[in-house]
């Protein structure tokens, strides 16, 4: 048998999505090796914090440790994301998809582990088997897609992410979703602001800008992600969006200004058509 019969694998393109002539799919030609890199000792380093965080789930609400939830992932393909549990186990009257404010759903543990995105590592398997990458769009309900623009379907033409920009504008995306209406806001203002800054996203995507968001990343944890330039000049399509959420502080009112109005009336988050 060749010494190389692997990279004529299948199994092996879909793992790696490697391409040795550079650039696979729109996707930087050290993206995936350096996901593959990452996800491998992540899940080595921290399996002491990810066996901690199952005990506390187990200890403090009864149902399973993992929560599963249906997604969209490259192209469109549906596959299953795995996450921490942060809610109660058990089917709300309303069936809600999303995560609204103040939800009485969250647990306590739940409450801990969300501003921190802890309740996400699980999410590295799906970076090492190639349905996630470190960095991209974060994966849609399905039932969500219906609602897309003609254009924000490119940004399906990448992998999910583990973290995005979109993730750290939108950190306190929970704020905006309050009152009867929560779902057309999410709708109509919502998703279509977060996928403008994902498709801004897809259309410049390189290796450094993935290391400066998973840097910005690891700062917020302490609030500090602002620390990390992601476009100063106004021909960037990040001018005046810094990585933090705009909404700290916001009224809590059940129709709040559209977020996409708020960030150009900030700077101006991606160039006029």
């Not at 739940?110 to 970076?127: K, S």
């Not at 498709?199 to 602002?226: C, H, N, P, Q, W």
Request: glycine fraction near 8%; aromatic fraction near 8%; proline fraction near 9%.
């Amino acid at each position: 048998m060749s010494p190389t019969w692997w990279r004529r694998s299948p199994r092996w393109w879909a793992i790696t999505g490697a391409s040795f002539g550079g650039n696979q799919g729109g996707e930087p030609a050290l993206k995936r090796p350096f996901d593959l890199i990452v996800a491998c000792l992540g899940l080595v380093v921290l399996s002491p914090v990810l066996a901690g965080i199952a005990a506390a789930i187990r200890l403090d609400s009864p149902g399973p440790v993992l929560y599963r939830a249906q997604r969209a992932g490259r192209f469109g393909k549906p596959f299953t994301m795995l996450k921490f549990r942060t809610m109660q186990d058990r089917r709300e009257a309303h069936g809600t998809k999303i995560t609204t404010h103040a939800d009485r759903r969250v647990t306590r543990v739940g409450r801990l582990l969300r501003p921190t995105r802890l309740d996400e590592l699980p999410q590295l398997w799906h970076v090492l088997t190639g349905a996630m990458s470190l960095v991209g769009p974060r994966p849609e309900d399905p039932h969500y897609l219906g609602y897309y623009s003609d254009r924000h379907w490119a940004v399906l033409s990448a992998r999910p992410g583990i973290t995005s920009l979109t993730s750290l504008l939108y950190r306190d995306e929970e704020r905006l979703l309050v009152g009867d209406d929560w779902e057309r806001v999410y709708i109509d203002e919502v998703m279509p602001a977060k996928l403008d800054i994902d498709l801004a996203y897809v259309e410049r995507r390189s290796f450094g800008l993935d290391l400066k968001i998973l840097a910005a990343t690891a700062l917020s944890l302490l609030r500090l992600e602002r620390l990390v330039p992601l476009g100063e000049s106004s021909s960037s399509p990040y001018y005046g969006a810094r990585p933090s959420s705009p909404y700290h502080g916001a009224p809590q009112s059940p129709r709040p200004r559209s977020p996409l109005s708020r960030k150009r009336a900030r700077g101006g988050l991606l160039p006029t058509p």
